[in-house]
C-alpha cells in the first residue's frame, strides 16, 4: 500500500513538473531584412513602413474626403536623373464601384508613361522628396464599401544626355 502510494505520489510531482515546465516555454519569431542600396542610385522610403504594409486612405464622413497617402523618400543617382511611371493605372476597386488614384513622385503627377521625377543636379547629391497617393473623387461622392488596391511604381536612373 505505501508502495503504491509513494508511486502515485512521484508520478503526480512528475506529471506537475511536466506541466509547469510545459508553461513557461515561450516561442517568438521575427522576420528580419536589410536592404542596403548602392551607393550609386536609390529611391527607399524613409519609413520603410510604407511600402511593406497596407496603407489606409482615411475617410472623413464630415467632409465625405479620403485623406491622401504620403511619405517621404530618400533618393540619389550619381549618374543622371532619375525617372518614374506607374507599372499599371492606380484605382481602389470594391468589387462594384471604383475609386481611380492620383499618384505624384516630387510633386510630377506619374502616368503609364516615364516622367523625370528628380533632375540630375538634385538627384547627384541625394535629395528626399514627397510621395502623394491621392482620391480622385467620383461623380455622385464615394459609394459605400471595403475598397482595396495596388499602386506599383517603377523608378529608373538616366544617364545624363538622354
Not at 26 to 33: G, H, I, L, M, P
Not at 41 to 47: A, E, G, I, M
Not at 56 to 79: C, D, H, M, T, W
Request: glycine letters at 6%; a negative charge; aromatic letters at 10%.
Amino acid at each position: 500500500m505505501i508502495k503504491t502510494l509513494t508511486g502515485a505520489a512521484l508520478s503526480t510531482v512528475c506529471l506537475l513538473t511536466a506541466t509547469h515546465a510545459w508553461s513557461a516555454v515561450e516561442r517568438e519569431t521575427f522576420e528580419v531584412f536589410v536592404q542596403i542600396p548602392t551607393a550609386d542610385f536609390y529611391v527607399l522610403p524613409v519609413d520603410p513602413q510604407v511600402v511593406q504594409r497596407e496603407q489606409s486612405l482615411p475617410y472623413n464622413p464630415v467632409s465625405s474626403e479620403l485623406s491622401p497617402l504620403r511619405a517621404q523618400f530618400e533618393v540619389k543617382n550619381i549618374g543622371g536623373a532619375i525617372g518614374a511611371r506607374l507599372e499599371e493605372l492606380p484605382f481602389l476597386y470594391n468589387g462594384w464601384n471604383r475609386i481611380d488614384l492620383r499618384v505624384t513622385f516630387n510633386q510630377q503627377e506619374l502616368s503609364l508613361e516615364r516622367t523625370e521625377v528628380v533632375s540630375s543636379t538634385d538627384a547627384k547629391p541625394g535629395k528626399r522628396v514627397a510621395l502623394e497617393i491621392a482620391a480622385i473623387k467620383p461623380s455622385g461622392d464615394y459609394r459605400p464599401g471595403s475598397y482595396y488596391g495596388t499602386v506599383s511604381l517603377i523608378f529608373d536612373a538616366t544617364a545624363p544626355g538622354i
